[in-house]
């Protein structure tokens, strides 16, 4: 243990001691078991790998300064776990069980949630899948779920720096009444080509835009956008957008330091009127953006010359990390306290 460097985690995967499991047979959920294996057998028909039954979450945990494990928002990881669940026809893990998965494998793994003064934390991935071995497109009869935990760094290796991003037309993330307000899998494969397109060109991520009519934001590759203008917090609505946890808190925040928040449609053009942007969800918290560049119009929006984060994305973000790790009140009630 004394040999892992706190302060210069990347983001990936490193093994810890133990991770929980839970199965659904005969129509219920099991007991929660914990294990320190790091693989299972799975049988070669099982849905998840044919059909994509495969749902997933991502959370963290955070060393405050007073050395307690605080969760953040963990019943909104298990309430949007639900609805992907709704949205791929798996059974619903109720609240109680997920709650009690995470707090399990947290404290089990307790050594491995980095000390505070590196800025590292622990990432918490659930997972759901279809096992039930057949050939036909319906739903499993059997589930696995389970939890492992990760300590990571940030998940831009520039850390809280302005990145540039591309539009690129060409390619869709999800369509507008399919997954894509679903945390699974098939949403994350089908934005890899674009992605990596993107990471080649020198961008940071893709700003994807509405598949129906390629005239408004929705996502930034494995993140929501936001712009700031004046004093408003402006943010897409589309039946495409995963609800990312950290933009809800992001708008809660805004509202809080008396900003207007604006949940709509934003046209492509309006980019142009923004004073700041950003990319926000559970592993950057905010990633500012420095411009983006749409490559087929021949055009850029610029918010970052200097390589600064603008005023708002600032304060934004140090506010939410200062909640998650316990140096300003949690007056939402977000954080869970490990006990």
């Known amino acids: 243990m004394e040999s892992i460097d706190w302060s210069n985690l990347s983001f990936g995967y490193m093994p810890t001691d133990y991770n929980v499991r839970c199965i659904y047979k005969d129509g219920k959920w099991g007991d929660i078991t914990v294990t320190n294996s790091q693989t299972f057998e799975i049988h070669m028909a099982a849905t998840c790998l044919h059909y994509g039954q495969e749902a997933f979450e991502g959370m963290k945990a955070f060393r405050g300064k007073d050395g307690k ?17 709704r ?9 109680e069980k997920f709650n009690e998965a995470i707090l399990t494998v947290v404290k089990k793994n307790e050594r491995f949630v980095p000390p505070y003064e590196s800025g590292a934390s622990l990432y918490i991935r659930p997972l759901l899948i279809g096992t039930s071995a057949q050939v036909g497109v319906k739903p499993a ?3 696995l779920f389970l939890v492992f935990v990760t300590p990571v760094g940030p998940y831009f290796k520039e850390g809280f720096k302005p990145t540039p991003m591309a539009i690129l037309r060409q390619y869709d993330r999800a369509a507008p009444l399919g997954t894509g307000r679903y945390k699974v899998g098939g949403n994350y494969a089908a934005s890899l080509v674009a992605g990596e397109k993107a990471h080649d060109m020198g961008y940071s991520a893709v700003l994807y835009l509405d598949a129906k009519e390629k005239k408004y934001i929705d996502e930034c590759g494995p993140a929501n956008f936001f712009g700031i203008r004046g004093n408003s917090y402006i943010t897409p609505k589309s039946t495409s957008i995963l609800p990312s946890i950290t933009n809800k808190s992001l708008m809660q925040l805004a509202e809080d330091l008396g900003m207007t928040v604006e949940v709509r449609q934003i046209p492509e053009e309006e980019i142009a009127t923004f004073d700041e942007a950003g990319a926000c969800g559970t592993a950057a918290v905010i990633s500012p953006i420095a411009r983006i560049d749409d490559l087929d119009e021949n055009k850029s929006y610029i918010f970052s010359k200097d390589g600064k984060p603008g005023p708002i994305c600032e304060k934004l973000y140090h506010k939410l990390r200062a909640i998650q790790y316990g140096d300003e009140p949690d007056t939402h009630n977000w954080v869970t306290i490990v006990e």
């Open 69 to 85: 494990i605080r969760i953040f928002r963990m019943d909104e990881n298990a309430a949007r776990l639900q609805s992907s669940c």
């Open 87 to 95: 949205g791929i026809m798996m059974p619903e893990l109720p609240t």
């Open 141 to 143: 009869k059997e589930y």
